[in-house]
C-alpha cells in the first residue's frame, strides 16, 4: 500500500476515527486505527472499532498502490497532528535503503518516520452488515438538539446497562429523546415533519443520496414506529462528528436487530444497541400541578454556582423556599462545618408557598441543558417531582425528584 | 469588624494572597486568610502564609470598625470569585437576627454568606521583620525576563535543597540569575545599568518611594555584593504577580539573613532564603568550542516536538547529526518498541561533523525559555557539556550535558 495526502485532511480524519479506538483494548489489533486505500476510487478509508463503537471515514486521496494497514492509532495521530501543513506519504513497503525493514513509511517535507506495523491486519474485525430495509433522513440539528437536551442525564454507572443509553422513540408524532439515570430525566421531542423515511434498495447498493432525488422508497409516509437504545458513549462521539465541518444538512439512521448506524455524508458510526426493557418514563411526567413559576435561567444557574461553593459531597442539597407573597425565590444552603449561604431572586409564583430541596448538581445539569432563557418549573407538593420546561424553542422536559429537607 | 469594599478589587487582591496559603496546612490557621481593617487608614489589608512563603496585598476600602478576621481561604476565594461586581460587606459580628451566632457575614446584592470562623486569630503567625538598611531597586522588566529564562530550570526534587531555588548574584556586572538541576544551568544576567541600591533610612518608617525623589541612600553607586538562593516555589508567584495589573514599572528588594522581601506598591511577597552553599556554576561553562551552529529557534523546537513523539520514559534521547558538509542538522529518535523518527532542517555549521544526543526534555525546556529565535549552539566533543544563547536581546546561557548514545 502507499498513499499520498494532506496533512490537514488526514489529520481531521484520524482524529475522528480515533475517538472510537479503546485506550485499553481488549485485543492488540483494536490500538490501531485501519487504513485502505482503494487506487481505482482514489480514496483512503479509515476505522476505529472497539467492538461496540465504530467510526469509518472515506476522503480523497493518491493511491499509488492498494492495500490495508493497521498502524497504532495513538501515535499515528501524535506524529500526524504536529506535522505541518504539507503532502504526507504513507506506505507499508520496506524502507528503500533497509530491504528487510518491514516498518511502515511515513515521509513528510521536513522528515521520515517508521513505525512498527500491524502484521495481522487481517485479524483487524469487520463491521456487521446493517440489516435494515429502511432509514430514517433526520436533520442534524434536530439530532444536535436531541443529544445536547438529554446526553448528560444519562447514568455513568456501567451497571444500570439499559439507563447507560439514551433511549429513541420514532412514533407518528416525530423522534423522542430520553435518558434517565432514575435520579432525574430529560426528554427532547423533534417534530414529525423533520424526520424523513426512505427504503434502502439493495443491502450491497451504497446509501442513497440525502437529497430529495433519491427518494424512490417509502418517503415521508412511511409510519414504522421503534425504538432503540443506544449508548451514550456512543451518542457522544456522534455529537462531536455532528459538530465538525459537515457538507450535509441532514444524517441517515439506520436500525436493525443489533446495531444502528448514523451515515453523515462520508463519516459513519455504529453501535450496538443496549439490550433490556427501557423504562416507561412518560408515566412518570405528572400532567397536573399545584404550582408553576417562571424563572430566569441563568439568573437561577448563577445563584445556584454561588450556594453550590458551600454545598458539599456530605451535603448535596440546596433548598427552594418559594415566597408566593413577596414574588421571590430563596436559595439556601447549610452546612455544619463551614457555613451558610442564600441567594434571592425575584420570580414569577402561582400557587402556595413551598419548600423543596434538590441535588444541587443535578439541577444545575438540568439548567444548563435547558434551551431557552425563560424557563417555567412546575411542582406539586415538596415529595413529588418536579419538572422544568423551556418557554418557547425545543419541546423540552427535564424531571427532577425532590430530596428530603433536614431539619 | 465591619468593611465594605468591591467585588473585583476585593476578588484579584484574594486570588494573589490565597497563592501563599498551604493546600495542606501543617497548622489550621494557615488555611486562612487574614483580614485587617484600618479604620484611620480606609485599608483592608490580606495575608496569606505558610510559613515560608507570605503574600500580603493593601487596597483601600470603606472600613466601617477596624478588625482582624480570619477566613478559610478557598472557601472565601471561591464565594467572592463567583459573586456578581457589586459592594461586598464583610463583618465579624454576630447576626443581627441571630444575636448568638458567632459565624462572619458576607453579603453581597442578590444575598448573604455565614461563614465559620476561625476564633483564634490571634495565632495567626506575624511576618518576621527584615532587617536590612539597604535595599535595591529593580525594572519589572528585568525581573520578569530574569525569572523566565531560569526558573524552568531549578530542581524540583525537595531532597536537592538548594537547587530547588534561583540564585540571584549582585555584582558590580549587574544582576545575575542562576538555575540549575545538576543536569542543565540556565543563567540570565541584567545589566548593572538598570538596578538601583538605596539605604533604608530606618525600620519604622514606610519604604521610600522608587521615584528618583526618593533616592536618599546609596544611589545607584552602592557596591555591595550579595548573593541569595531564594526557592523557585516563592518566585513563580512573584512571576504571577508580576504579570498581573501593576501600578509600578520598578519593584524594590530587600534582603536580610533569613528572608527576602519584594515590594511591588501595595503588594509584598516575602520569602524565607534557601540555605547552603550554591554550586559555582559559573566554572561549569565552557569558554572555547570548536564547532558553532546558528539555528532557527522555532524549527528546532518544532522538529523536536516532533520526533518526541517517539520518544519515551524509556528511551528520552534525541541525536542531533550535524552535518558539516552539507549545513544540515538531523533530529532523530530510535525506539524499539514504537519505530523512528527523523527530520532535518538547514543550519550553519562552523566546524567539524558530529553526532552528539540529548535529553530531549532538557532541550526543549531551554529553547522554550530562549528570548530570540535566531539562536547559536557551542559545542566541543560528543561527551562536553553544550551551550544555546540567543543572538541579541537579553544575555542569556543555557548549558546542557550530552547523553551517552546507544549504538
Same mark, same amino acid.
Given at each position: 500500500?502507499?498513499?499520498?495526502?494532506?496533512?490537514?485532511?488526514?489529520?481531521?480524519?484520524?482524529?475522528?476515527?480515533?475517538?472510537?479506538?479503546?485506550?485499553?483494548?481488549?485485543?492488540?489489533?483494536?490500538?490501531?486505527?485501519?487504513?485502505?486505500?482503494? !487506487?481505482?476510487?482514489?480514496?483512503?478509508? &479509515?476505522?476505529?472499532?472497539?467492538?461496540?463503537?465504530?467510526?469509518?471515514?472515506?476522503?480523497?486521496?493518491?493511491?499509488?498502490?492498494?492495500?490495508?494497514? +493497521?498502524? *497504532? +492509532?495513538?501515535?499515528?495521530? %501524535?506524529?500526524?497532528?504536529?506535522?505541518?501543513?504539507?503532502?504526507?506519504?504513507?506506505?507499508?513497503?520496506?524502507? *528503500?535503503?533497509?530491504?528487510? %525493514?518491514?516498518?511502515?513509511?511515513?515521509?513528510?517535507?521536513? =522528515?521520515?518516520?517508521? $513505525?512498527?506495523?500491524?502484521?495481522?491486519?487481517?485479524?483487524?474485525?469487520?463491521?456487521?452488515?446493517?440489516?435494515?430495509?429502511?432509514?430514517?433522513?433526520?436533520?442534524?440539528?434536530?439530532?444536535?438538539?436531541?443529544?445536547?437536551?438529554?446526553?448528560?442525564?444519562?447514568?455513568?454507572?456501567?451497571?444500570?446497562?439499559? /439507563?447507560?443509553?439514551?433511549?429513541?422513540?420514532?412514533?407518528?408524532?416525530?423522534?423522542?429523546?430520553?435518558?434517565?439515570?432514575?435520579?432525574?430525566?430529560?426528554?427532547?421531542?423533534?417534530?414529525?415533519?423533520?424526520?424523513?423515511?426512505?427504503?434502502? !434498495?439493495?443491502?450491497?447498493?451504497?446509501?442513497?443520496?440525502?437529497?430529495?432525488?433519491?427518494?424512490?422508497?417509502?418517503?415521508?409516509?412511511?409510519?414504522?414506529?421503534? !425504538?432503540?437504545?443506544?449508548?451514550?458513549?456512543?451518542?457522544?462521539?456522534?455529537?462531536?462528528? /455532528? =459538530?465538525?465541518?459537515?457538507?450535509?444538512?441532514?444524517? #441517515?439512521?439506520?436500525?436493525?436487530?443489533?446495531?444502528?448506524?448514523?451515515? &453523515?455524508?462520508?463519516?459513519?458510526?455504529?453501535?450496538?444497541?443496549?439490550?433490556?426493557?427501557?423504562?416507561?418514563?412518560?408515566? &412518570?411526567?405528572?400532567?397536573?400541578?399545584?404550582?408553576?413559576?417562571?424563572?430566569?435561567?441563568?439568573?437561577?444557574?448563577?445563584?445556584? !454556582?454561588?450556594?453550590?461553593?458551600?454545598?458539599?459531597?456530605?451535603?448535596?442539597?440546596?433548598?427552594?423556599?418559594? %415566597?408566593?407573597?413577596?414574588?421571590?425565590?430563596?436559595?439556601?444552603?447549610?452546612?455544619?462545618?463551614?457555613?451558610?449561604?442564600?441567594?434571592?431572586?425575584?420570580? #414569577?409564583?402561582? =400557587?402556595?408557598?413551598?419548600?423543596? +430541596?434538590?441535588?444541587?448538581?443535578? &439541577?444545575?445539569?438540568?439548567?444548563?441543558? /435547558?434551551?431557552?432563557?425563560?424557563?417555567?418549573?412546575?411542582?406539586?407538593?415538596?415529595?413529588?417531582?418536579? $419538572?422544568?420546561?423551556? /418557554?418557547?424553542?425545543?419541546?423540552?422536559?427535564?424531571?427532577?425528584?425532590?430530596?428530603?429537607?433536614?431539619?
Amino acid at each position: 500500500m502507499k498513499v499520498v495526502c494532506t496533512q490537514s485532511t488526514l489529520s481531521s480524519n484520524l482524529s475522528l476515527v480515533s475517538r472510537a479506538v479503546p485506550s485499553r483494548p481488549t485485543h492488540p489489533i483494536l490500538a490501531n486505527v485501519l487504513l485502505e486505500a482503494d !487506487e481505482e476510487k482514489g480514496r483512503l478509508d &479509515l476505522t476505529g472499532f472497539d467492538l461496540s463503537l465504530g467510526i469509518c471515514t472515506s476522503f480523497s486521496a493518491t493511491v499509488i498502490e492498494s492495500g490495508t494497514l +493497521a498502524l *497504532p +492509532a495513538k501515535l499515528l495521530n %501524535d506524529i500526524v497532528s504536529r506535522l505541518p501543513e504539507s503532502e504526507i506519504t504513507i506506505s507499508d513497503k520496506p524502507d *528503500p535503503e533497509a530491504l528487510e %525493514d518491514e516498518r511502515a513509511t511515513l515521509i513528510s517535507a521536513s =522528515g521520515r518516520f517508521k $513505525i512498527n506495523q500491524e502484521k495481522n491486519v487481517e485479524e483487524y474485525p469487520e463491521f456487521p452488515p446493517v440489516e435494515a430495509s429502511e432509514y430514517l433522513v433526520l436533520p442534524v440539528s434536530a439530532l444536535t438538539d436531541g443529544l445536547r437536551g438529554v446526553l448528560f442525564a444519562a447514568s455513568t454507572d456501567e451497571t444500570k446497562q439499559v /439507563l447507560t443509553g439514551v433511549h429513541l422513540t420514532r412514533t407518528e408524532a416525530g423522534l423522542e429523546f430520553a435518558a434517565t439515570d432514575s435520579h432525574r430525566l430529560a426528554v427532547v421531542q423533534t417534530p414529525v415533519s423533520e424526520v424523513e423515511e426512505r427504503s434502502v !434498495e439493495t443491502e450491497s447498493d451504497p446509501p442513497p443520496s440525502p437529497s430529495r432525488e433519491g427518494d424512490r422508497g417509502g418517503g415521508s409516509g412511511g409510519r414504522e414506529d421503534f !425504538e432503540v437504545t443506544i449508548p451514550a458513549r456512543a451518542l457522544r462521539e456522534l455529537k462531536q462528528m /455532528l =459538530g465538525s465541518p459537515k457538507e450535509s444538512p441532514s444524517i #441517515q439512521l439506520k436500525v436493525d436487530e443489533g446495531q444502528v448506524v448514523f451515515d &453523515l455524508d462520508t463519516r459513519h458510526l455504529r453501535s450496538q444497541k443496549l439490550e433490556g426493557q427501557y423504562p416507561d418514563y412518560r408515566r &412518570l411526567i405528572p400532567q397536573e400541578f399545584s404550582r408553576q413559576i417562571s424563572l430566569d435561567r441563568k439568573e437561577l444557574l448563577k445563584g445556584l !454556582e454561588l450556594v453550590a461553593v458551600l454545598a458539599d459531597q456530605k451535603n448535596n442539597t440546596v433548598k427552594f423556599s418559594l %415566597d408566593s407573597d413577596k414574588q421571590e425565590l430563596n436559595l439556601s444552603v447549610e452546612t455544619q462545618d463551614v457555613g451558610s449561604a442564600k441567594q434571592s431572586m425575584s420570580a #414569577q409564583i402561582v =400557587g402556595e408557598s413551598i419548600e423543596i +430541596a434538590f441535588n444541587i448538581k443535578y &439541577l444545575m445539569d438540568g439548567l444548563r441543558a /435547558l434551551p431557552a432563557n425563560e424557563i417555567k418549573m412546575q411542582l406539586n407538593e415538596g415529595d413529588r417531582p418536579v $419538572i422544568f420546561t423551556p /418557554l418557547g424553542g425545543i419541546k423540552m422536559t427535564y424531571l427532577v425528584m425532590p430530596v428530603q429537607m433536614r431539619d
